[in-house]
């Protein structure tokens, strides 16, 4: 029931990343995209797509918007990932700890998960108040759009400052790269001009260059090019 998928929402260390990705899979219900592929992907020579790109696309966020507004249960899935976003404003962001037996694959997880809530609540100019019948003018849905993506940005600087994502333990590079470009893409329209340059140096020198050593075999960590263990798949997949 409600209150069983309310505990396990709020205790899952899974939620934070998983909840964005549900939401964006009821979005390409029924949608053209869905259908036809337009905005998953583009070829050599084709017009590149607007922002946002990754698992998300203007579609898809225009269509949850509507269904948040006709479906109490995608309005109270959204609601969740409201509080879980709001408690973010207040948490510090990420600092670069020492490789542990795992890396840092915790840390970097937090920073996926921040990214991905605080990014999809940006992207539906979400209000806290957007689950009562209370009428918001557009400036205070952007004024709290701009709350979510004034946090992501301050993780994503935190997270970049980091002098390494630790390539030995590759699971870290991989999905720290994912993180950075779900940042690039999803708040796109709040980046500064030197945010933007700076995530995406940031991005090619700790994450891309690391995958093109590994698959040069000259990195530190590429037993997992050639592997078939779940370390191949998400190394890929990001």
């Given at each position: 029931d409600r209150r069983q998928r309310q505990m396990y929402i709020r205790d899952s260390r899974w939620t934070a990343p998983l909840l964005p990705l549900l939401l964006c899979a009821v979005a390409a219900m029924g949608t053209a995209a869905a259908v036809t592929g337009v905005g998953v992907g583009f070829g050599i020579g084709d017009p590149i797509?607007?922002?946002?790109?990754?698992?998300?696309?203007?579609?898809k966020v225009a269509r949850l918007q509507d269904v948040i507004k006709l479906d109490p249960e995608a309005a109270y899935h959204v609601g969740e990932l409201a509080?879980?976003?709001?408690?973010?404003?207040?948490?510090p962001p990420v600092v670069q700890p020492p490789p542990g037996p795992s890396g840092i694959l915790t840390t970097v997880r937090a920073v996926v998960g921040r990214v991905m809530t605080l990014g999809l609540l940006h992207m539906l100019r979400w209000n806290d108040s957007n689950d009562d019948n209370t009428t918001h003018t557009e400036d205070s849905n952007n004024a709290n759009a701009t709350a979510w993506s004034t946090r992501a940005i301050l993780e994503l600087h935190a997270f970049a400052n980091f002098t390494t994502w630790n390539p030995p333990h590759f699971l870290d590079t991989a999905e720290g790269t994912f993180a950075m470009a779900v940042g690039l893409d999803w708040l796109d329209d709040a980046l500064s001009d030197v945010d933007r340059a700076y995530f995406q140096d940031t991005l090619v020198r700790l994450g891309l260059n690391e995958g093109a050593k590994a698959f040069n075999n000259t990195g530190v960590c590429h037993w997992w090019t050639t592997s078939p263990s779940n370390w191949?798949?998400?190394?890929?997949?990001?």
């Open positions: 797509p607007p922002h946002p790109r990754l698992i998300a696309t203007p579609e509080a879980q976003g709001t408690a973010m404003l207040s948490e191949n798949q998400v190394q890929l997949a990001s």
